[in-house]
């Protein structure tokens, strides 16, 4: 940051610079506040406690006053300090199964970038499949959808974005101006966004939200299943992006010549596919096919942690080089955020809260899943996708009891919407790179992304009224 | 002669302009007054009222002085005029002066202590002496580069701390002459004061030529200085070309005045100041220097002009009755406009603004804040009122020394 002299009067700086003091004093104010009030009908004395910490929790995931992390490491210090739950059960929810799922994938898509394979398959593609401006939009948006079926959306973003920058600019596309070059990084955004919500492995929120689920009610949803479930919606939203990337901003050019050569080049130097990466995807391979089918009997955390053993004993990384792509502080959000939802659900502050709340507006459970679903929809937009659910999850778990539905549903109409985040580029990393290349503006990103975040809303309420009873998902 | 002799006042009764008066007259120091050294020139004095006073007394001109410093019965001293005495207190040369760094520089040579000011000259080049354009009356010991010495920030730092140890000054005044680069100084300085501020608490003004751009002086107030000093010395723009012909030509006139507006807008009230020379103008030149200084909110500072050995101007000093007037123009307007004069007081080498109100014809009584300010606390509070306001103002870091424009 530029040295700057803040000339304002010296009452207002001194009132804006001690805005964060007064912002904790007031929350833990209001904290005692919380923790003093009589406790209402239906509500234990930890429930309401529960409720308070909750509270604290949301403010500061929503405002990030502190890092999401702290605010889940403050979670688990104040559910046992405040009698919620007591302190071993708090810390054996922390190290729930979910959380060691994280870790495996982050590690697993960290050996898979590490080794080049990732980028090997991006450059094969798109000279195999992007010989015209069309197609090269087109092989940049399934390109990294279909990665994002396997990784991290974030990291698929992060993995294209210098690949596609440098399409763009061997093109010659001007910044700000080119139209192709607007819709090349929208392919990149949109893709990864529409991809990371296939699987388990497109972002950590799933199996944040599989793993809440479990803590609070026993039941689970395992990764083919899901991916059964969500898979209509994905192939809906790539044909609604598809059509839109095409028709929305005219493309001026017609030759893709020169980016060809250069992706050819960079194919070139990459040389011939080495044993690592051949190692690696297959360690990927035997993975993903051992959490489709016997996922839900070994569990997920299991078969993630064995490839993850399996990589480092055919030396195929090593730690040094993982440790970059493992995010330490996703682990100890997820870990806290589930501690506060189980906590939330055990002590009944989650149904009271439902049935205080959206409980009133709920007229049914397709009114619920709509409402959830607009809302998750609504606020991950603003705020971090892990920590929406860390929010809305405890209590649409509450609401499930209050309809007598399965809260599997209201665990996918969280879930999914909260991966759908199109408009604005602090919703997620791959709008935020996006709009980092200076190709399109932020104004362009919301006009063209809210018609996709309405779109998927729809096409997400649509999959859930009718496909999901043909699978047997919602037996109403 | 009679004449003259009617015109003649007595100062004795009113030490504001006893101070005017010996400052411009000198003293003569009556034998046998042993403990008293003369030997830099000037001999620093209490007045009457605390007020510190800077007295030359080695000069040829000072032994026609009305004024003579004398030991009384009781030990100790009193300055008569002929007609009668007051008596004053001798700030004696303060011991730890009198020595050397651990790489053996003097600490004479580094710093100068005035009243509760100390003045170190970290390097005592000014580049106007390379090319012949120095200021005509200059006595701030600078010179040319061949003959200028550096002193390293270790033994500036072991000169603060003496000077902190014997309770010497509580404000460290960082002087530097012209250097061509477009900072005016402020990078050569830039570690001195971090140091200083690092290791001490202690307020750090910064006495420089102004820099050719504006951030240069965010980056003064951003790296800890707390007062800035940019001396004019002559409001009359043909003057100030005459006199300052290096100032002028390198510097300008308007890049003074709108270096001074733009520190005034980022220093605290009072903390930007400027010398005008008295007696190197006409008043009347020297009083609109004042109102302009102080409408753009900056404290003009009036040394009095004296003419020192081979530095003859073939300008006479003004008298203490045309200098008054003068004086009291500048305590009336600082007051007007509301500037903070507490900053820039007790100084020995010249009547600060806040002295100016011992001249009115009706003088005006200080209030509690003046006392606070003066005491060891008040200047204590000083220091962390200015630290804290600097981190509430200064957003980003400040330049890296390497950068030059
Ligand atoms: S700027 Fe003028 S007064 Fe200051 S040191 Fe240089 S010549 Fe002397």
Known sequence: MPLEIDKRPLWLVLAIRSARVLFFVSLAAAFYFALTISVPEGLTEGGRNAIAIFIVCLILWVTNAVPLAITSILAIVLVPLFGVLPSDETYSIFGNEAVFFILGAFILAGAVMHSGLSNRVALAILKRYGHAPKRMILSIFFLSAVLSFFMSEHAVAAMLFPIVFEIAKGLGLRPGKSNFGKVLFLSLAWGCVIGGVATFLGGARVPLAVGMLKEATGETINFLEYTVAVFPIVIVMLCVGTVLLLKLFPIEITDTGKANKLIAEKLQKVGKITYVEYAVGGVLFVTVLAWMTIGEHVGLAVIALAAVVALFVLKLVRWKDIEEYVNWGIILMYGGAITLGTALARSGAAEWVATQTIGRWGTGPAAVIAIFSLMTLLLTEGISNAAVIAILLPIGIGMAGKYAMDPTLITYAIAVPAGLAFSLPMSTPANAIAVSSNYITVKELVKVGVIMSFTSWVVFNLVANYYWPLIGLWGN | ???????????????????????????????????????????????????????????????????????????????????????????????????????????????????????????????????????????????????????????????????????????????????????????????????????????????????????????????????????????????FELICPGRAGLIGRNRYLNALKYAATVFPSGTVASHLIVGLEPPGSTNKGIDCLTDMGVVPILPIYRPRPGKALGIDPLTTEIIIPVYRHLYKTVRDKNINMNWVSDISVLTTPLEGRNLLDDPEGGNIFESFYRSKLGKKTAWGLSSIRRKLRVRGKAFTVKGDD
């Open chain 2, 1 to 239: 002669m009679w004449e003259d002799f009617l015109i003649w006042k007595s100062y004795l009764d009113n030490p504001g302009t006893l101070k005017i008066d010996l400052m411009l007259r000198g003293i003569r120091i009556a034998d046998p007054v042993h403990s008293i050294s003369c030997a830099d020139s000037s001999i620093d004095l209490v007045l009457p009222d605390g007020i510190l006073a800077n007295v030359p007394c080695c000069e040829p001109y000072t032994e026609a002085s009305l004024y003579v410093l004398k030991e009384n019965h009781d030990g100790g001293y009193v300055i008569g005029d002929g007609t009668a005495e007051v008596p004053v207190q001798l700030i004696e040369k303060p011991d730890f002066l009198s020595g050397q760094t651990k790489s053996g520089v003097p600490f004479s040579d580094i710093a100068e202590l005035h009243g509760s000011y100390v003045v170190i000259s970290p390097a005592s080049g000014c580049e106007f002496f390379n090319e012949g354009i120095e200021c005509s009356y200059c006595s701030g010991g600078f010179d040319t580069d061949e003959a200028s010495k550096v002193f390293s920030v270790d033994d500036v730092l072991e000169v603060v701390e003496a000077v902190k140890k014997a309770k010497a000054a509580e404000i460290v005044y960082l002087s530097i002459g012209f250097s061509k680069g477009a900072d005016g100084g402020i990078k050569f300085l830039t570690p001195y004061i971090q140091a200083i501020k690092k290791f001490f608490n202690v307020i750090v003004a910064v006495e420089a030529l102004p820099p050719k751009r504006n951030h240069w002086i965010d980056h003064t107030y951003a790296v800890g200085a707390d007062s800035v000093l940019y001396n004019l010395e002559i409001y009359d723009k043909e003057l």
